[in-house]
Nanobody
Framework: QVNIVESGGGLVQPGDSLRLSCTISGISLDYYAIEWFRQAPGKEHEGVSYISAVDESAHYADSVKGRFTISRDRNTVYLQMNNLKPEDTAVYSC????????????????WGQGTQVTVSS
C-alpha cells in the first residue's frame, strides 16, 4: 500500500521560510518522479517543483525559481521555501509518477492530502 503524507505547513509572514516534507512509503523513489503541487482557493493544481526519476534532476516553476529548493533523502522529499510571498498561499501536495522525467499533471499515480501554507502579514 502506498502512503504519501505532507507536513510542515503553517501561517508565516512575507519573507519568512518554511520547509515542507513529503514522506512516502510503499514505493521506491528510485523509480518515481516526485512533484510538489499547490492549489490556491478557486484555482487548478499548479506544479511547483519536481525531482526526475531518471536522473534526480530538480526543476522549478518560474514563479518559485530562486526561492524554493527541492531535495530528497531516502523516502522523504523536502521543499525548502524561502522569501515567501502572499501569492504562495495554497495547499501544497506532493504526487508520484512512475518513471517520470518531466512535469506531470495532478495527481500522477499516487498523491497526498496536502498541507496548508498561508503567507500573510
Amino acid at each position: 500500500q502506498v502512503n504519501i503524507v505532507e507536513s510542515g505547513g503553517g501561517l508565516v509572514q512575507p519573507g519568512d521560510s518554511l520547509r515542507l516534507s513529503c514522506t512516502i512509503s510503499g514505493i521506491s523513489l528510485d523509480y518515481y518522479a516526485i512533484e510538489w503541487f499547490r492549489q490556491a482557493p478557486g484555482k487548478e493544481h499548479e506544479g511547483v517543483s519536481y525531482i526526475s526519476a531518471v536522473d534526480e534532476s530538480a526543476h522549478y516553476a518560474d514563479s518559485v525559481k530562486g526561492r524554493f529548493t527541492i531535495s530528497r533523502d531516502r523516502n522523504t522529499v523536502y521543499l525548502q521555501m524561502n522569501n515567501l510571498k502572499p501569492e504562495d498561499t495554497a495547499v501544497y501536495s506532493c504526487a508520484a509518477l512512475g518513471y517520470g522525467s518531466d512535469w506531470f499533471p495532478w495527481p500522477g499515480d499516487y498523491w497526498g492530502q496536502g498541507t496548508q501554507v498561508t503567507v500573510s502579514s
